[in-house]
C-alpha cells in the first residue's frame, strides 16, 4: 500500500513539472515574439502622425575620435537625436540607455527640441547638463552594442551599432537606410551609408573619370 502511495506521488510530481516545464516554454516562445526586435536590436521608429511629435536615433559614434565636448575640451562617444516632425519636442519625456533591461537609465533634461533640428548626447557617464551640453550617465562600447530610446510608456526604438574605426559613426543615410557614416555628421544631416568599412575604402580607394585598365602591345599575342 505503501508503494502504491509513493508511486501516485512520484507521479503527481512528474505531471507537476511536465506542467511547469511546459509554461515555462510557452512564456519563452511568447517572450521572443514580443520582444524579439528590441532583442536584435532593430527595432526603428513608427512614423507619428502629422499632428504628434516623436524623436528618432539617427546617429551614434561609438568611438570618442569625432565627439569634441567644448565645455570639458575633450572627446566622448556620442548619440545624435532627430526630431523628423514639424513640432516642438520635450525632451524630459524621454529616455536613452545601452541596457534592454534598463531602458529608462538616462532621462533627458527639460528642453525643447524644434521640429527638424538635431541634438547631441554625449556618453561620457558624466551625467550633467550644463552649458547647452548633455551628458549621459553611461559610456558606449567600443565593441559595439544597442542603444534604446524610449518614452514614459515603451520601448520606441533601438539601434544595434557595430565596433567603428576611428572617423566612423553608425546610423541612418539619407535615403533611410541603415550603415557606416563618413565623415560622422553630428547636429546636421547624415549623407550616404556604407554597409561595412571596407565598402567605404573601396569605393573611395577608386578615382573618377576614365583611367587605362589594360593594354596590348603588337609584339604579344593572345592564346
Known amino acids: 500500500m ?5 508511486a501516485n506521488h512520484l507521479s503527481n510530481v512528474v505531471k507537476v513539472l511536465y506542467i511547469l516545464f511546459f509554461l515555462l516554454v510557452a512564456a519563452g516562445v511568447w517572450y521572443w515574439f514580443s520582444y524579439q526586435d528590441i532583442l536584435m536590436g532593430i527595432i526603428k521608429p513608427e512614423p ?3 499632428t504628434q511629435a516623436y524623436l528618432m536615433i539617427n546617429e551614434v559614434s561609438a568611438n570618442a575620435a569625432n565627439g569634441a565636448s567644448a565645455k570639458y575640451d575633450e572627446s566622448f562617444d556620442w548619440i545624435e537625436l532627430y526630431n523628423p516632425s514639424d513640432r516642438d519636442v ?8 545601452d541596457k534592454v533591461d534598463n531602458p529608462y537609465k538616462y532621462q533627458l533634461p ?7 533640428a538635431y541634438i547631441v548626447v554625449y556618453a561620457s557617464a558624466k551625467d550633467i547638463y550644463e ?9 558606449i562600447s567600443s565593441e559595439g552594442e544597442t542603444i534604446l530610446l524610449s518614452n514614459k510608456k515603451a520601448i520606441i526604438a533601438t539601434l544595434k551599432v557595430p565596433p567603428t574605426d576611428d572617423d566612423f559613426s553608425y546610423g541612418y543615410g539619407e535615403d ?11 547636429r546636421q544631416e547624415n549623407g550616404l551609408v556604407y554597409a561595412s568599412e571596407d565598402d567605404y575604402y573601396q569605393l573611395t580607394s ?14 604579344q599575342s593572345v592564346v
Open 206 to 219: 577608386v578615382p573618377n573619370g576614365i583611367y587605362i585598365n589594360e593594354y596590348m602591345s603588337k609584339a
Open 48 to 50: 507619428a502622425a502629422d
Open 131 to 139: 552649458d547647452g551640453e548633455i551628458h549621459a550617465n553611461f559610456k
Open 90 to 97: 520635450d525632451l524630459s519625456t524621454y529616455y536613452i540607455s
Open 2 to 6: 505503501e508503494t502504491s502511495n509513493n
Open 110 to 116: 527639460e528642453m525643447t527640441l524644434a521640429g527638424g
Open 176 to 186: 533611410g537606410t541603415i550603415g557606416y557614416l563618413n565623415p560622422a555628421t553630428p
